[in-house]
């Protein structure tokens, strides 16, 4: 078990890459903590898997360097790293047994054999897979081939870090939600640190303590869930992270006070630097309907069970609004008020507010 | 719900039409002849089994069955690990797997006399440019036409030159089906490149080579073009395979009757030995 640190991480998988928009890694300076449960979150395409695949050393990163408890492994090779990775789809060796399965990474490494039939059924019986043992991994559900891949990584006492590419893609929506809590469980049992790659949400923020959020090869945020929700640092996570996302709205900045649509609204606290473009960004969970504020008309309401999300628009600027009981109609001229300490101003996407204590 | 009912029958009895003019109509002429005698003008004379009896005794066609199991079993193990081989070391991507596969097709696109002339002339002795160059430039006495090791070296050689391409194309359709994480998976695993081949590589090859090993062997069984191109069976029969023999005694000497045994035979051992190998290799995925 390590920490692991990556300093100066730039990746291109151009051979010369010239300017940033060549990188699919740019500029990346991250400390994972030593048994930490990490989800690494982010739409398709913006480089969680290369990250994942450079800590693995499937991948050499172009620039920077990766240390394993201050050890430099830039250039070691996956084995040598003593890392466990779960792909997205399940990896298992058809022709072998289950126990055979997990005993493979013990028996490369040339591992007594006594210590590798305590191993496994240690394994095994972490994973509840002691019956299956002796079956073909081939015969096995994908949710169990998902385990048996997951086991060959932990069935190593010396792993450093366990990494998950998006591993419930091919899982019945049914078992994911058993999968989720065995990880977490696991997690909390075997202390290595865990990093999960997802570019779901839910996935995310239920597995890990913190969450690295990432954009176009950056990262923009870490970290807890409540964080992320509550006080996102870029309009990205804003809108990335809830359901339905942030409200992200045009707004001036006109001598201290900030207007959207011409009305003054309160945000949370002193606005910090100036120029650029500005923006309020509040969660659907804090606009109320309201008799005075910011005038709207409703486009539609959805009653999605224990809440309504009442769709509105101020000029052309669509807002919505999460309330617990929807008593308006669509079409309806109506008010909006936004909680202030929950309205945030975001200049060129970042934070540009303070909270006021 | 009851959907159980006949109607389906009407629906393959096209297909059974078909199958019966094209392959069961002419096999019943076939077991026709080869329970008769005829000395033409279509009057038949009952055999029974004579026939049959006389070919399973016949030292000329143990012979001729014993050189073609020999041929099949030398082309089988020379195609099926070399085509592998030559799988594995083919590039995954860029600009050369196409280069490699057409390349790699060529040869079975060459019909089947024309392989056989080519060869002949290749490999003739002083005038061909492998003949030439065994003999006047290396020194070493090879003649197809006079030796039969000559002559069996020269089908076997040719016959993996038309059709390793095979092999080694349904490999690589296998090799290319494995996805990236495998063999990241075996990385992290800490795998050699043997235990990556053994349990990664073969394991996912294994359909497309029982089809290769089958197809190869249905097809040297009944090689005939090539080597009556090449050899015409000989030197003296030392390269007579059974199909060869077979038009011998069916066209060469007009018997009929035994010709017709011989077939049933033939067919026989060629349906008997492919299950053999189908049963073998997918004995495994049953259990």
Redesign the interface.
């Known amino acids: 078990m390590a920490k692991i640190t990556l300093s100066d991480l730039r990746h291109s998988y151009l051979p010369n890459p010239s300017g940033p928009e060549d990188y699919a890694l740019k500029e990346i300076d991250l400390d994972w903590e030593d048994g930490g449960a990490y989800a690494l979150l982010g739409p398709s395409g913006c480089g969680k898997s290369t990250l994942l695949n450079i800590i693995s050393g499937l991948l050499q990163p172009s620039e920077g360097r990766i240390l394993f408890d201050g050890k430099d492994v830039t250039d070691l090779p996956p084995d040598q790293r003593n890392i466990a990775q779960v792909f997205q789809f399940p990896v298992i060796y058809d022709t072998m047994t289950v126990r055979d399965n997990l005993a493979f990474p013990l028996r490369n490494r040339g591992v007594a054999e006594t210590r590798i039939n305590e191993r496994v059924s240690e394994i095994a019986t972490m994973l509840e897979v002691e019956e299956m043992l002796d079956i073909r991994a081939s015969h096995l559900t994908p949710d169990n081939k998902q385990k048996i891949s997951m086991g060959r990584g932990l069935v190593r006492d010396d792993v450093n870090v366990v990494m998950f590419d998006e591993p419930l893609t091919v899982i019945d929506p049914h078992l994911k939600w058993k999968l989720r809590s065995k990880l977490k469980e696991l997690h909390q049992r075997v202390r290595a640190t865990m990093i999960y790659v997802t570019h779901d949400q839910t996935e995310a923020l239920t597995f890990a303590d913190q969450v690295v959020v990432m954009q176009d090869g950056e990262i923009v945020q870490i970290g807890t869930p409540v964080e992320l929700f509550e006080r996102p640092q870029h309009t990205f996570v804003g809108h990335f992270i809830g359901s339905p996302g942030m409200n992200i709205l045009p707004a001036e900045q006109d001598q201290g006070i900030i207007r959207f649509h011409g009305e003054a609204v309160a945000i949370e606290g002193a606005v910090t630097g100036e120029g650029g473009k500005t923006e309020l960004g509040v969660r659907p969970e804090f606009v109320t309907l309201a008799e005075a504020g910011i005038p709207a008309r409703v486009r539609k309401v959805s009653d999605v069970g224990r809440h309504a999300v009442i769709e509105t628009v101020v000029g052309d600027t669509p807002v919505r609004a999460v309330v617990d009981d929807a008593d308006v109609e669509q079409g309806a001229e109506v008010h909006l008020a936004f909680r202030p300490d929950q309205t945030r101003l975001y200049r060129d996407g970042w934070i540009s507010s303070e909270v006021s204590s | 719900m009851k959907t159980e009912n006949q109607r389906a029958w009407f629906f393959v009895l096209p297909v059974l039409l078909l199958v019966a003019f094209n392959a069961l109509v002419p096999i019943m002429t076939v077991v026709n002849y080869s329970v008769q005698e005829t000395f033409g003008n279509n009057v038949f004379f009952w055999q029974g089994l004579d026939w049959f009896e006389q070919i399973l005794r016949s030292d000329r066609f143990h012979a001729a069955l014993g050189r073609q199991f020999l041929f099949t079993f030398l082309i089988l193990i020379i195609e099926i690990p070399l085509g592998i081989i030559v799988a594995l070391a083919m590039p995954r991507k860029g600009m050369w797997v196409p280069v490699c596969l057409v390349t790699m097709a060529l040869p079975m696109l060459i019909p089947w006399n024309v392989v056989g002339s080519m060869w002949n002339i290749f490999t003739l002795p002083n005038i061909g440019l492998l003949g030439y160059f065994m003999n006047d430039v290396l020194g070493v006495n090879y003649d197809m036409t006079q030796q039969p090791i000559s002559a069996w070296i020269t089908i076997v050689v040719m016959d993996v030159w038309h059709w390793t391409s095979l092999v080694v194309l349904l490999s690589y359709a296998g090799l290319v089906s494995i996805?990236d994480?495998?063999y990241?998976?075996a990385?992290?695993?800490?795998?050699?490149p043997w235990?990556v081949f053994r349990?990664?590589q073969l394991?996912?090859m294994k359909t497309v080579l029982t089809i290769a090993v089958l197809l190869r062997f249905m097809d040297s069984f009944n090689i005939y073009t090539e080597p009556f191109v090449l050899t015409g069976g000989g030197p003296g029969n030392s390269t007579t395979l059974l199909s060869i023999d077979l038009v011998k005694i069916a066209l060469g000497q007009f018997d009929l009757g035994p010709a017709a045994a011989m077939s049933l035979i033939y067919f026989a051992i060629t349906l008997l030995v492919s299950w053999l190998f189908y049963t073998l290799m997918t004995k495994?995925d049953a259990?």
């Not at chain 2, 990385?187 to 050699?192: H, M, Q, R, T, W």
């Open positions: 996805p994480a495998y990241q998976a990385k992290i695993d800490g795998a050699s235990k349990y990664i394991p996912k495994d259990q």
